[in-house]
């Protein structure tokens, strides 16, 4: 946890292509590209980790990181983990799979952060929920909204 696997841009490049062609196999659905931390067009040492995974075929979109956009992320979150919770009808929800176990593991670990209670303590570990709040406040423009009766 909160450390990584140590592995290199090839080699999440490759598992990221491997992922993708499991899904368009399973679910025969095309995989968009998907939001990445900023930080990985940085260069360093003349290149950056983008650089290198597109480099074997696997390319982001830059996730939004603008003024404030940590705590309205996070209030996305929340707000639709409320509506799933109290089942509201009115409001988008979030659920989880099992397959999601960093974020099933990391969520209720989560604290505020001391010197901001809108925002969360950035010390523990948020990557999978930085990923989910990248995925939650992209513009969905080429999905369809779908109606799910409980």
């Known amino acids: 946890p909160n450390v990584g696997d140590g592995a290199t841009s090839k080699q999440i490049a490759d598992r990221v292509k491997k992922k993708d062609a499991e899904i368009v196999k399973r679910h025969s659905n095309r995989v968009h590209i998907g939001p990445a931390d900023t930080q990985i067009y940085e260069v360093r040492d003349g290149t950056s980790i983008a650089?290198?995974?597109?480099?074997?075929?696997?390319?982001?979109?830059?996730?939004y990181k603008g003024s404030g956009s940590?705590?309205?992320?996070w209030d996305i979150i929340r707000t639709r983990l409320l509506a799933a919770k109290e089942k509201d009808p009115e409001s988008g929800h979030l659920y989880f799979t099992k397959r999601a176990r960093h974020h099933i593991r990391v969520i209720p670990l989560m604290q505020t952060n001391t010197q901001d209670s809108e925002d969360l303590d950035t010390?523990?570990?948020?990557?999978?929920?930085?990923?989910?709040r990248y995925?939650?406040?992209?513009?969905?423009?080429l999905l369809k909204r779908?109606?799910?009766r409980m």
Do not use: C, I, Q
């Open 123 to 132: 010390l523990l570990e948020d990557h999978p929920l930085d990923s989910l």
């Open 51 to 63: 650089a290198e995974m597109a480099k074997n075929f696997v390319v982001w979109k830059k996730a």
């Open 70 to 73: 940590r705590v309205a992320g």
């Open 135 to 141: 995925g939650m406040t992209r513009k969905f423009t």
């Open 146 to 148: 779908k109606v799910v």
